[in-house]
């Protein structure tokens, strides 16, 4: 269960997008039970889903990488205070 929980840390946006993508395609197959789709529909529709999950967290990533350089701009500039 640790090594679990650590792999979680070390790779968060991979976590994000495995549980964005399931609740993304949990959400489609509830909602889109009775439409009739055929076999190879449903794949590539539960394909596109998890693409487009993959690609929220990649743009919700981007805000982590322009905040972390703004902490270690605010790191330097303390340290060089004192």
Not at 66 to 79: L, S
Request: proline letters at 1%; charged letters at 20%.
């Amino acid at each position: 269960m640790t090594s679990l929980k650590q792999w979680i840390m070390n790779h968060p946006n991979l976590t994000a997008w495995f549980a964005l993508a399931l609740g993304m395609v949990a959400i489609l197959i509830f909602e889109a039970r009775d439409v009739g789709l055929q076999a190879s529909q449903w794949f590539w529709l539960i394909v596109i889903t998890v693409l487009v999950a993959g690609a929220c967290i990649w743009i919700i990533s981007w805000g982590d990488e322009e905040n972390g350089a703004e902490d270690d701009v605010e790191v330097e500039r303390d340290k060089s205070a004192q």
